[in-house]
């Protein structure tokens, strides 16, 4: 039997969260001001959780390792955020939105926490206006909706192509009030790099001033780590270069079961690898898959001409295109969700349609949605519909008001204009829908230990639907842990303040200090990016978008011998005590270097292909995701000392609201 509880309250679906509000215990206005709460991170879910805590009255410490709060990783979030306002009049509702984040997740989350989040989405619209946010707006000033992957409703609202930094900049503003009533203390430049547990309860951190090299003792009634995924395992990725697993792998240390954590998002538009030497990669936003046509050349020879630089992508005619997403899924077309075009567009390229020198490209083409923009715009003008020349400009000041500044990016970096040329894209990991198991009250296994956001596992399956996690983030920081928090906080309200003069603190520091100094006393030969770029490899070319068995049990023994070699071999300049990035590095890199090792063996262990998750052994005719129902449920892992030796717990996942069935997109 497991002992993993989720406590999902009793009743009907529709009717669990309004309930549970109504029956979990509470703390008065008076008792908050006596109550302190830790918070990890300061992105969407941590920032908007701070600023809502302290606004309850809670006494509340906000930690990021950035030099401000709005620097945390969601700023880079561009598409939008989903909500079931049905404003387009188009068939959405609370129940679809459900359903549509259950299904796109291939039937792997947990029912009652996605119902919860689709309630809650349309209450985060309303937030963030009354903050300011600028969504896109109609002509008539009604918020404006676009369609994203995996759905057929428009239910995505939007800032242009930056509504990450947007949403982050209302959270951060609401932040900056507490701070200025003093119910937020801020610790910017400043790395958890420990959870203290005391009598069973996490009770406090050990965290590191990045300026100084200072280790600090912090304790609180209750810690919440809103501290974002885990992609950066694969070196290259969407993700800031600063973005880590260290706060979620330490508190899996302490206690805190990790889920799932070999499913990762594979974002299909992205821009192309350029080089050996590239140290991250860029998204184009996905809202892009809206008016943009995905296509490579029908011909071996034509597509071996583009790489080579003899056919322009322009010159190709409409005959000789495959646009391969509409020839196989007519129903969603371009706007299949993100593991279904991802792996379309690796078939493709691995079958040599490829379009860039290194054969690994595809085109996002928005010819079409030019004319077609220019020709509506010319209609409306009482212009001429056939003058090729005006419809053009027409249609690209559409165009430009819609994706505008991500063009820009683009060409910025490739030096290509996309207005003129097919952009080019290709598959990179973007998110991960693992990370630690928490219960309906976004509780860990360890007691006072929450996870909110992209740190925790409970919303997204096997697969994250487009402008869900920014959806995920907020509701979670805003409407979910303010409640569920108290249930647990009413039994501290006579505990008093937490001293941090106790054996577990002083031990947990001595950990801390002991592993830094082994880091910086190292005289290895070989720098951390060295290490960090050799698991990167192992991960993608054996764990990435398609796995097997053989592959898998390969990577485990390459990533133990990868993390021998740099606890041997690497090699830390500067000091212990001072502003040192490397060392900071070096932590972080040592901890991707155990979860890489459980990231495998998770995938060893799942003999099926869900979402993100594609094993070889386990597809259909048509190559597609083949699920197996005695996998329904939720891998627990728990630690036991080294990665290989980690417990194994499951949680069942019922769907009693839901009929799993064959995840079809056509």
Not at 274 to 298: A, F, Y
Not at 396 to 404: D, I, L, N, R
Not at 464 to 485: K, N, W
Not at 546 to 555: K, Y
Request: glycine content about 10%.
């Amino acid at each position: 039997m497991s002992i993993l509880d989720s406590k999902v309250p009793e009743g009907p679906l529709a009717e669990k969260w309004k309930n549970h509000k109504s029956n979990i215990n509470l703390v008065s206005p008076a008792n908050k001001r006596n109550i302190d709460i830790i918070v990890v991170g300061t992105g969407l879910a941590g920032g908007s959780a701070a600023a809502t805590l302290a606004e309850l009255g809670y006494n509340v410490k906000a930690f990021c390792f950035q030099d401000s709060a709005r620097r945390a990783h969601s700023i880079a979030a561009q598409g939008g955020i989903n909500a079931a306002k049905n404003y387009q009049g188009d068939g959405d509702s609370t129940y679809r939105l459900f359903y549509d984040t259950v299904k796109g997740g291939d039937y792997r989350s947990r029912e009652s926490n996605v119902h919860r989040l689709a309630e809650v989405s349309t209450n985060i619209i309303d937030q963030c206006v009354a903050q300011g946010v600028p969504f896109a707006r109609e002509y008539g000033g009604l918020l404006d909706n676009r369609s994203f992957g995996g759905v057929l409703v428009s239910r995505t609202f939007y800032a242009k192509g930056q509504t990450g930094q947007q949403l982050l900049l209302g959270a951060y503003s609401a932040m900056n009030r507490q701070i200025g009533r003093g119910k937020i203390k801020m610790y910017a430049r400043h790395e958890m790099l420990d959870v203290v547990i005391v009598d069973g309860k996490a009770r406090g951190i050990i965290a590191r001033n990045l300026v100084t090299g200072e280790i600090e003792r912090h304790s609180a009634h209750a810690i919440v780590l809103g501290t974002g995924g885990y992609g950066n395992l694969f070196y290259l990725s969407t993700y800031a270069m600063g973005s880590n697993v260290t706060a979620a792998w330490k508190a899996h240390k302490r206690g805190a079961f990790f889920a799932n954590p070999c499913f990762t998002q594979i974002h299909p538009t992205c821009i192309p690898v350029s080089g050996d030497h590239q140290s991250k990669l860029t998204l184009m936003s996905e809202s892009l898959r809206n008016d943009g046509r995905i296509w490579v050349p029908k011909n071996m020879e034509d597509a071996k001409a583009i790489r080579e630089g003899k056919l322009k992508p322009v010159d190709l005619p409409e005959d000789k295109r495959d646009y391969y997403l509409e020839r196989r899924y007519p129903a969603f077309g371009n706007l299949v969700p993100r593991d279904v075009a991802s792996r379309a567009a690796k078939e493709r390229c691995d079958s040599g349609f490829g379009v860039n020198k290194t054969g690994e490209a595809v085109f996002l083409d928005f010819a079409a949605a030019i004319q077609r923009y220019g020709k509506e715009q010319a209609h409306v003008k009482g212009l001429d519909e056939n003058d090729l020349t005006l419809v053009t400009k027409l249609g690209k000041e559409v165009v430009a008001s819609k994706y505008g500044n991500l063009f820009q990016m683009y060409e910025k970096i490739v030096d290509q204009n996309p207005y003129e040329t097919p952009m080019m894209i290709y598959p990179a990991v973007h998110y991960t829908m693992g990370g630690l198991w928490v219960d309906y009250n976004l509780m860990t296994t360890v007691p006072g230990l929450y996870a909110i956001g992209e740190a925790n596992f409970s919303d997204h399956g096997a697969n994250r639907l487009g402008a869900s996690a920014l959806m995920q983030g907020l509701a979670d920081g805003y409407f979910v842990l303010p409640y569920t928090i108290g249930d647990y906080l009413a039994n501290d309200i006579r505990t008093g303040k937490i001293p941090t003069d106790s054996p577990e603190f002083e031990a947990s520091e001595t950990y801390v200090g002991e592993n830094l100094n082994k880091l910086i006393n190292n005289k290895g030969t070989k720098s951390v990016d060295y290490f960090h770029k050799k698991l990167g490899k192992i991960m993608w070319n054996k764990c990435g978008m398609a796995r097997n068995r053989e592959h898998l049990q390969e990577a485990i023994e390459e990533i133990k011998q990868v993390r021998e070699e740099f606890w041997k071999d690497v090699f830390v300049p500067g000091a212990e005590n001072e502003y040192n990035e490397e060392l900071a590095k070096a932590g972080r890199v040592a901890d991707f270097l155990e979860l890489g090792e459980l990231f495998a063996k998770d995938a060893l262990e799942r003999e099926e292909s869900c979402g993100g998750h594609f094993r070889e052994e386990h597809q259909t005719e048509n190559g597609e995701a083949l699920r197996r129902p005695e996998y329904q449920y939720v891998s627990a892992w728990e630690y036991k000392g080294q990665p290989s030796q980690a417990i194994h717990h499951k949680e069942d996942l019922v769907y009693e609201n839901i009929e799993v069935k064959e995840r079809s997109y056509k």
